[in-house]
């Protein structure tokens, strides 16, 4: 994964924007230990602990901080009810799409096969629904939430590599979702991390 | 996808597994119309109505009834914390990989380009972690709940391709799962519904 688009930069976001207090661990890779796996059972990063509760899973450690803070996610039971179907959303019916073609498109190879296909168009189907939903729609659940964080950052990787040509209300999106001072503290804090690591 | 394996058996199954009382309805896919897509944006099933919610998204869905029944989710807050994060890394750590290598096994093309072998080994590489963790573990999050619905319905789909061949953990909680009265049932239900619809 590309810096800047390893997944700690959604809970570096959503703490950014809620104001929570918070500080950043690193962990190593290649020598992963078993306390890395007991926090993390597929040896990925990241992970969140809270007091003594340990969350794995980027939409996990979401919802964990959607509860904390109304900034992330509003305490109406409807609004509330949006935010985790959105997020779930961003993830098994966006990702699941978007992940196989990106893929294709970070190996290189260009080859439209039967199965090259058959992954575009999965991704097309996706993105053509998504951009009808944000049509005149600022944010997924009324107001900003860790669904727009999820749906942003997923979308962000499909216009990266050009995907969102066709999609004007999913690039505008990112676009607005990107340029909010939370984001870009996440963002620059990422790569300074890594570039800390060099 | 094959009868059996359609994603309203996910919502049949925790309901059944509850005993809380529901209603199927059936929605055209040829025609989808304007109320479809207001439920489900991206024009699938399932949803669920509660109330004067509508929710879509299996996780969300199984989420929303694992907060109304002790027998899909646990009280406790650190059961509570497992049962979440283990139904978002079914979905974006195991069906993330398990969806297009079963796209793959379900075209019927068995060329192994390197795609294809990138696709199969990012697929073994989450069964081998999955198989450590459920090694001497009978449900995910201590008791049966709606991670073990999630987990048990993605795996099924590895099992039904045979790709659980070398992960016999996975394959034996499958088979736990599948035992259940309320899954053989929920099962059940669906095959009847398709074969009522021919």
């Known amino acids: 994964m590309?810096?800047?688009?390893v997944r700690d930069l959604r809970v570096r976001?959503?703490?950014?924007?809620?104001?929570l207090p918070y500080r950043v661990e690193s962990v190593p890779f290649r020598d992963r230990r078993p306390e890395h796996f007991a926090h993390q059972p597929f040896g990925q990063v990241p992970w969140l602990t809270d007091g003594d509760i340990s969350i794995f899973e980027s939409g996990a450690i979401l919802l964990h901080l959607g509860e904390l803070s109304s900034k992330l996610m509003p305490a109406e039971p409807h609004g509330r009810s949006a935010v985790k179907e959105w997020l779930f959303a961003a993830l098994a019916s966006v990702e699941a799409a978007s992940q196989p073609w990106s893929f294709f498109e970070f190996s290189g190879e260009t080859e439209k096969t039967p199965m090259r296909m058959f992954f575009d168009s999965f991704l097309e189907a996706r993105l053509k629904h998504m951009d009808t939903v944000m049509?005149?729609?600022?944010?997924?659940?009324?107001?900003?939430?860790v669904a727009d964080i999820m749906k942003a950052d997923v979308l962000r990787l499909v216009d990266r590599f050009?995907?969102?040509?066709d999609y004007a209300a999913c690039r505008?999106?990112?676009s607005r979702s990107?340029?909010?001072p939370a984001f870009i503290k996440a963002h620059a804090d990422q790569m300074a991390h890594f570039a800390a690591a060099d």
Chains 1, 2 share one sequence.
Do not use: D
């Open 178 to 180: 990107t340029s909010r």
């Open 135 to 145: 049509t005149g729609r600022e944010w997924l659940a009324g107001s900003f939430s």
């Open 13 to 19: 976001w959503a703490l950014e924007e809620a104001g």
């Open 172 to 174: 505008a999106y990112v």
């Open 162 to 165: 050009n995907g969102l040509a």
């Open 2 to 5: 590309p810096r800047g688009y």
